[in-house]
C-alpha cells in the first residue's frame, strides 16, 4: 500500500477500499485491516456550480482516487460492472477481504435528483445477489431524494471536515427499501427518419431515449416507438413541469447564470410567476387541464382498470413515492381517520408498493403546501397507472420524472400516445435519524390496512409480464459472472 494510505487516520481506514479491489489488474497487497464502511463515490462534477468539482477534489484526497468517480468521466453502470467481476474473481481465489468489502458496501451519490435516479435505475438493472444500499449528497436545486431520506436538501460544505462528517453519517445511517416504478411510453413511429430521440423532443435520462425496448418484447406495438425508464421519487405533468421546463432551458442557455443553489432557487420561483400559473384561468385555456389532455386510469386490483374522475380545474397531476416534492413539500399529506376509511387512502409509505396521485389547481394552490397539514388534491392511490392521450386542442404537453422535464408533443390525429406507470421491485436507500419517509416494515409504523405486495404476483399475471428485459428500466445489463469463474464454488 502506497504511503498516503498508511498515513490515513483511524477514520478514514473505515471507508477506505484497496487498488487490487478497485483495479483488475492491480497487484495483492497485504491489508492489515477490514474497513467497517466501505463506500464508492459517484460525483456529477456538473452539479451544484462549482460546488461538484470541489467535492470530487475533497473525496478523492481522504480516499483512494480509485474509488471516487467523476460521472462525467465514466458511467456508474460501467464501474459497478467492473467491480463486481473483480469481487467475483478474488472471492472466487478465496480472497476473504474481497467478500468482507462487497458485503459491507455502500454507495454514495453527489448530484441532483435526476443523477441520484440514474444511480438508482442502474443499481436495479444490475440485479446483483447483494445490492449495496444508497446514501445521497444534495447537490442539486430540488432535492427532494436527498431531503426525504434526512440527508438535507442544502448544499453541502466541500471541505474536508464537511466531507468526513458526512462519511460518518453513512456509517450510522440505517437501510430501508423503498418502491421503484418502471414507466413506459408510446408513440407512433416517424414515417421518415429515425427516432433517437423523436425530434424536437428531448427525453430525459431518466427514459433511456437510446435504449429502445427490444422487438421481441411484449411492451411493442406495430408501427410504435416504446421507451421505458423508471423513477422513485414522482412522475408529473402540468403545469409545475413547465415551470421546471423553462428552468432547465434557461440554464441550457445561460449556466453561467446557475452557480449557486439560493440564486436557482429565486430563479425558479420568478418563472413559475412568468408562466402565468399564479393566474392559470386567466393565461392557461382549459385544453391545458389534465382532464382535456389525458384519460387516466388506475388498477387497484389485480387485471382490472378503472377510469380516475379527475375535477376539470386540475392543470397539474403529481404520482408521488416519496414524501417530498419541489424542494421538500409534501403534496398528499396524511389522511384523516374518517377520510382514510371513506375514500379507501393509506398514509404514505415509501415501500407498499402504491403511488400517491394528487393534484393541483394553480400556484395558489400548491402554496397550501406550506401550511401546517397542506395538501394538494388527493386523488388515489394506485399500483399501476396509465395515461392516454388522444387528439385535443392542445398540441403539447409538459412531463417531468425525478426533477428532469421535457415537452411532450401530443397525437395530431388519431393516434394515442401511452405512459403507462407500474410497480418493479424495490432498491436500498440509506437514512439517517431525520428521516422523513415511512416504511410499513418499521415497527413503530401503525398497521397499514392491507399490504399491496401480497397482490404482486397477481399483477404481473394479469398482464402476462415475461421475464429478463421486461422487468428492467433499461439502465444497465444485468451482471453477468466472468467466463473465467467458476460459479460452482461460489456460495
Known sequence: MDDCSSEMTQPLKNFYIPDYILVSDAAPEEVSYTPTCPVIVFINSKSGGQLGGDLLKTYRELLNSFQVYDLGEEAPDKVLHRLYCNFEKLKSNGDILA????????????????????????????????????????????????????????????????????????????????????????????????????????????????????????????????????????????????????????????????????????????LGCTQGWFCASLFHPSSRNIAQLAKVKLMKRPGQWEELHIPHSIRSIVCLNLPSFSGGLNPWGTPNQRKARDRDLTAPYVDDGLLEVVGFRD?????????????????????????????????????????????????????????????????????????????????????PVSSHHDDEDGYADSEEESEGERRKFGAAETFKFPEDIDIAHLS
Not at 125 to 139: E, F, G, H, R, S
Not at 387 to 407: L, N
Open 99 to 270: 467478500a468482507e468489502i462487497e458485503r459491507r458496501l455502500r454507495l454514495i451519490v453527489a448530484g441532483g435528483d435526476g443523477t441520484a435516479s440514474w444511480l438508482l435505475g442502474v443499481v436495479c438493472d444490475l440485479k446483483l445477489a447483494q445490492p449495496p444500499p444508497i446514501a445521497t449528497v444534495p447537490l442539486g436545486t430540488g432535492n427532494n431524494l436527498p431531503f426525504s431520506f434526512g440527508w438535507g436538501k442544502k448544499n453541502p460544505g466541500t471541505d474536508s471536515q464537511s466531507v468526513e462528517y458526512f462519511l460518518e453519517q453513512v456509517t450510522k445511517a440505517r437501510e430501508m427499501p423503498i418502491d421503484s416504478w418502471h414507466i413506459t411510453m408510446r408513440m407512433r413511429a416517424p414515417k421518415e427518419g429515425t427516432c433517437d430521440p423523436i425530434a424536437p423532443l428531448e427525453l430525459p435520462h431518466a427514459l433511456h431515449a437510446f435504449h429502445r425496448v427490444s422487438s421481441s418484447d411484449s411492451l411493442n406495438v406495430e408501427g410504435y416507438d416504446t421507451f421505458r425508464g423508471g423513477f422513485w421519487n414522482y412522475f408529473s405533468m402540468g403545469m409545475d413541469a413547465q415551470v421546471s421546463y423553462a428552468f432547465h432551458t434557461e440554464r441550457k442557455l445561460h449556466p453561467e447564470k446557475f452557480k449557486n443553489q439560493l440564486v436557482n432557487q429565486s430563479t425558479y420561483a420568478k
Open 363 to 447: 400556484a395558489w394552490h400548491g402554496l397550501v403546501l406550506l401550511a401546517p397539514n397542506g395538501h394538494g388534491t388527493r386523488l388515489a392511490q394506485a399500483h399501476r397507472i396509465r395515461f392516454e392521450f388522444h387528439k385535443g386542442a392542445a398540441d403539447d404537453t409538459y412531463m417531468r420524472i425525478d426533477g428532469e422535464p421535457w415537452k411532450q408533443p401530443l397525437p395530431m390525429d388519431d393516434d394515442t400516445v401511452v405512459v403507462e406507470i407500474s410497480h418493479l421491485g424495490q432498491v436500498k436507500m440509506l437514512a439517517t435519524r431525520h428521516c422523513r419517509s415511512k416504511s410499513i416494515r418499521d415497527p413503530s409504523t401503525p398497521s
